[in-house]
């Protein structure tokens, strides 16, 4: 876990979901190869053909900008993907109930994390499947309002989600903390806005973050 500007006096987070609020590797590999599968299925090519394609794309792309990911939402959008169709793949393939389940450790944490702050989730998924997920892991609840991918049209690192999520918030960016498991993608945006930032390398870390706010 490693720590970012955090504000003296946090009023929000910004949580990203999937990697951050859950640990599973299986549904992580899913959740871009069911997508891949269909990007394949309908370009008539092999399923290895295409996470070459994907795979290729992404090492050119980190190489030409000083190593930063991107998403596969833009990855896709490359290949003539439009966003719209990459939201309609997810809410139709992904299942995540079929992978995850309730989480007691991290119900405990939300819910003493949301006695003291407001709480949001952005996403690189659409708001269905997020909120999918949220329900199989126990906590949604703690989140009223998911910023998705078809909130905006837009796939992180963009302006545009987290912009949302402070106006949903109401709270000044220099009083919010993102926390993400993916630096480029959910931290380095929000520090430029001003956020605090926590990166985690999966939900584990999210069980501590009380210890270092309140």
Not at 8 to 13: I, L, R, T, W
Not at 167 to 187: F, H, P, S, T
Request: glycine letters at 6%; proline letters at 5%; charged letters at 25%.
């Amino acid at each position: 876990m490693k720590f970012y500007n955090l504000p003296e006096n946090p009023k929000a987070f910004i949580f990203d979901i999937d990697s951050t609020l859950y640990t599973n590797a299986a549904y992580a590999f899913e959740q871009v190869d069911c997508q891949v599968r269909e990007f394949a299925r309908q370009r008539g090519i092999s399923a290895d053909q295409a996470r070459k394609m994907v795979a290729d794309y992404r090492r050119k792309y980190a190489a030409e900008n000083d190593g930063r990911k991107i998403s596969l939402g833009n990855t896709l959008l490359a290949f003539g993907v439009p966003i719209q169709q990459s939201v309609e793949w997810r809410k139709e393939l992904l299942e995540p109930a079929d992978f995850l389940s309730r989480d007691e450790n991290l119900i405990a944490e939300l819910s003493l994390l949301s006695e003291h702050f407001k709480l949001i989730c952005v996403t690189n998924n659409p708001v269905l499947p997020a909120r999918k997920t949220l329900d199989a892991i126990g906590v949604s609840s703690f989140f009223p309002e998911i910023v998705g991918l078809d909130t905006c049209f837009k796939s992180k690192p963009a302006l545009e989600p987290f912009q949302t999520a402070c106006k949903i918030l109401d709270v000044k960016e220099n009083q919010i903390i993102a926390v993400g498991d993916r630096y480029d993608m959910d931290i380095s945006l929000p520090l430029e806005m001003g956020m605090g930032g926590i990166l985690v390398s999966g939900v584990e870390d999210v069980y501590q973050i009380s210890k270092y706010v309140l």
